[in-house]
């Protein structure tokens, strides 16, 4: 157990519909990260957080959107679902997002758009 | 920009016998190296990293990995494979700066016979 949270463990929706994805950081870490893992993209990086201000982009649609709250939980909002967003979305927390810190994966959230 | 190869997708090898995953980095400074294992259904965990210092790591489970800068590779090793080891492998690698982002590489399926 990494001590990094992530709910819902599944979710299965319908195409143009919009979800909320929700990750709680190991306590004392303040920097949160997303990652999609896909067949056909495999592990992309999305986004990275540190204490509530966003730190890096990555290859993150424009439907898709994320924040990190003060209590250092964060969310990714993705909407107008297609097909093609159906992937394991992993969030990683560390301590500070830099220097030889190192990120810790959540179990992921498995997302099903039909 | 940075990128990851794991050349071989799938390997096969029997309980006990020696295990070697190759790793080629793509790294326009010194990179920040790290391997991680996925078991079914299981968010990833951290193996070992590479820092800087000794270009030999060990890890947990029995792993180690060497960082070869003239051959741009961390291979990833166990003298003594377990049934238990049984998983897909990846290799990242990331900037040792604030922004955190690991990229991944594609992936190496480990397959054990009894």
């Known amino acids: 157990d990494s001590g990094v949270t992530q709910t819902p463990k599944h979710l299965i929706t319908a195409t143009g519909q919009r979800v909320t994805l929700r990750c709680s950081p190991r306590?004392?870490?303040?920097?949160v990260y997303w990652y999609q893992q896909s067949l056909d993209q495999g592990l992309q990086f999305l986004i990275q957080?540190?204490?509530?201000?966003?730190?890096a982009k990555g290859n993150i649609l424009e439907r898709f959107s994320a924040q990190q709250f003060p209590d250092l939980h964060s969310e990714l909002n993705l909407s107008s679902l297609e097909l093609g967003d159906s992937a394991l979305y992993f969030c990683?927390?560390?301590?500070?997002?830099?220097?030889?810190?190192?990120?810790?994966f959540g179990p992921g959230t498995r997302l099903t758009v039909l | 920009a940075q990128s990851v190869t794991q050349p071989d997708i799938h390997i096969t090898v029997s309980e006990g016998a020696s295990l070697e995953l190759r790793c080629n980095y793509s790294?326009?400074?010194?990179?920040?190296l790290f391997w991680y294992v996925q078991s079914p259904g299981q968010g990833l965990q951290l193996l070992l990293k590479?820092?800087?210092?000794?270009?030999l790591v060990q890890g947990i489970k029995g792993f180690e990995a060497e960082f070869k800068r003239s051959q741009s590779s961390f291979n990833l090793r166990k003298p003594s494979v377990h049934w238990s080891d049984a998983a897909e492998y990846f290799c990242?690698?990331?900037?040792?700066?604030?922004?955190?982002?690991?990229?991944f590489g594609s992936g190496t399926q480990l397959t054990v016979l009894p």
């Open positions: 590479y820092f800087s210092g000794d270009t």
């Open positions: 790294y326009g400074a010194t990179p920040y």
């Open positions: 306590s004392g870490d303040l920097s």
């Open positions: 990242a690698v990331g900037p040792g700066g604030s922004a955190r982002q690991l990229t």
């Open positions: 990683a927390s560390s301590v500070d997002g830099v220097g030889t810190d190192t990120q810790y």
């Open positions: 957080y540190y204490n509530g201000e966003e730190r």
